[in-house]
């Protein structure tokens, strides 16, 4: 068994999504639509996907811009221990109880300070087996949705191997069938290429 990628902590919560904080080296695991979890205890996780990540400046970063001749020491000594966070702002998309995978809102947040850790293949494969959490993707506020369908949609494709094609297309029937009605969205999702 493969030890889990733990991505960051918890640093603020809701029941329709949290942000979770890494350092900078910590930054090339969590990408854009990677579905993470947070576990709780008792059974009990909470599913979401990463739709945001950025970095917040600090003053000594806006000192260092401003400088002439910055040294490579400085600027890897300012990437590397660096106290500022890297935040990453993530939607609920369901809850797992006691083995059971629910597509609706948890009905607890995740405390502060709790580890966060991105879901591997056969929990994204687990996860994703039928399409319901796809509504709070669509239904996201300040959340780039074609975007995140497209990178989300990716990504559970490859976590399934030689069948990524055919979940990939009932994904993409799933995203056609819940937008017909919202024709902007649906261009949007097809200007990236996501309903080929």
Known sequence: MTQPIEIGRLLSAGISGFTAGCRVNQLSVPSFGALVRAPLGDGY???GLIH????????????????????????????ERRIVPVEMSVLAVGYEQDGKVHHLLP???????????????????RFTEKFGYFRHILNGKDVP???????????????????????????????ITLLRDDYPTLMRCVGLRILE
């Open 145 to 175: 949705v074609g975007e995140v369908l497209a990178a989300h949609i990716l990504q559970a494709g490859k976590a399934r191997g030689v069948e990524s094609g055919k979940w990939i297309e009932s994904a993409t029937q799933e995203v």
């Open 107 to 125: 009905p607890r947040p995740p405390l502060s300070l709790d580890v966060i850790y991105l879901c591997e293949d056969k929990d994204m494969v």
């Open 45 to 47: 996780q909470v599913y």
């Open 52 to 79: 945001d990540i950025h970095i917040d400046d600090d003053g000594l970063v806006r000192q260092l811009v401003t400088a002439d001749g910055v040294s490579e020491e400085v600027m890897k000594d300012n990437r």
